[in-house]
T-cell receptor
Framework: EDQVTQSPEALRLQEGESSSLNCSYTVSGLRGLFWYRQDPGKGPEFLFTLYSAGEEKEKERLKATLTKKESFLHITAPKPEDSATYLC????????????FGAGTQVVVTP | GAVVSQHPSWVICKSGTSVKIECRSLDFQATTMFWYRQFPKQSLMLMAT?????????EQGVEKDKFLINHASLTLSTLTVTSAHPEDSSFYIC?????????????FGPGTRLTVL
């Protein structure tokens, strides 16, 4: 069974204080690791898809990396508008396209 | 591109009534859509996979007679919560699958907040 564990559960940062979120996973044949951002009361917003170990993707202050066992979402010099819950999800070979989500990391960036 | 809408954004109903939630892909065709529910401070729980022109596939523990899913066209899937009760109150979110097999991505709608009194 595919499993995703995110850490920490919550993260409080000062504006400009860079940090990383962790997503550890076990999956039968990775067919994609996904990062989403979710604001309160809204649906998740797609950020990145990573397919193979060593792959990296960037978008503004966010950078996602992938190894065979985990993914990191690095937030560089965050701003208050980066406050959100960040969700990690995996899709395995036998998942029929379904995603297995982690519990998320709630990030609060204070001015 | 890849915009998914949901209607209504929130609904309040009395216990015992049925509620229909619509999920539309606005600028693309989606052969597969997914329905999730989310409780406060919890992650998304997949309820069912909706395929255009065929019956939905429900996850273990989800009552298919209570949560009716219809995917009548390539841009519309509906979730009907039948005989709703207070325990059905939740945040319901749909997603649509975009892209080829193995490289597809799910894009999510804004969600529907259901409150059953």
């Amino acid at each position: 069974e595919d499993q995703v564990t995110q850490s920490p559960e919550a993260l409080r940062l000062q504006e400009g204080e860079s940090s990383s979120l962790n997503c550890s996973y076990t999956v039968s044949g990775l067919r994609g690791l996904f990062w989403y951002r979710q604001d309160p009361g809204k649906g998740p917003e797609f950020l990145f898809t990573l397919y193979s170990a060593g792959e990296e993707k960037e978008k503004e202050r966010l950078k996602a990396t992938l190894t065979k066992k985990e993914s990191f979402l690095h937030i560089t010099a965050p701003k208050p508008e980066d406050s959100a819950t960040y969700l990690c999800a995996v899709r395995g070979t036998d998942s029929w396209g379904k995603l297995q989500f982690g519990a998320g990391t709630q990030v609060v960036v204070t001015p | 591109g890849a915009v998914v809408s949901q209607h209504p954004s929130w609904v309040i109903c009395k216990s015992g009534t049925s509620v229909k939630i619509e999920c539309r892909s606005l600028d693309f065709q989606a052969t597969t859509m997914f329905w999730y529910r989310q409780f406060p401070k919890q992650s998304l729980m997949l309820m069912a996979t909706s395929n255009e022109g065929s019956k939905a596939t429900y996850e273990q523990g989800v009552e298919k007679d209570k949560f009716l899913i219809n995917h009548a066209s390539l841009t519309l899937s509906t979730l009907t919560v039948t005989s709703a009760h207070p325990e059905d109150s939740s945040f319901y979110i749909c997603s649509a699958r975009v892209g080829g097999v193995g490289t597809d991505t799910q894009y999510f709608g804004p969600g529907t907040r259901l409150t059953v009194l």
